[in-house]
């Protein structure tokens, strides 16, 4: 059973970076065909993908997002960071880290999420 696991700041205060860790276990991040996605929900609205890292390591973003946001990955942890600069209040949001298989855009396990912040 694979499971996903937020870990990050609560809080962030305008013009800053977020930073969020998915710590994933009961599967590798380099296993073959699959990507891993960071995903939010602003309050009030749907889900926006984010942007994900793929198992070869490559990443790709939401063209909305793009020179925001990187993802880099930690194989030795098994795990994968996001970071979104230059943070506002319009950024607040549950973010979810989950996972992907490659071709679909549909995601099978999901992180429980974790509520961001974003204020002075």
């Known amino acids: 059973q694979v499971q996903l696991q937020e870990s990050g700041p609560g809080l962030v205060k305008p013009s800053q970076t977020l930073s969020l860790t998915c710590t994933v276990s009961?599967?590798?991040?380099?296993?073959?065909?699959?990507?891993w996605s960071w995903i939010r929900q602003p309050p009030g609205t749907g889900l926006e993908w984010m942007g994900a890292?793929?198992?070869?390591?490559?990443?790709t973003y939401n063209p909305s997002l793009n020179s925001r946001t990187s993802i880099y990955r930690d194989t030795s942890k098994n795990q994968f960071t996001l970071h979104l600069n230059s943070v506002t209040p319009e950024d607040t949001a549950v973010y979810y880290c989950?996972?992907?298989?490659?071709?679909?855009?549909?995601?099978?396990?999901w992180g429980q999420g974790t509520q961001v912040t974003v204020s002075s």
């Open positions: 989950a996972r992907g298989r490659i071709g679909t855009d549909e995601h099978d396990y």
């Open positions: 890292v793929v198992y070869s390591g490559n990443p």
């Open positions: 009961g599967g590798s991040i380099t296993t073959n065909d699959y990507y």
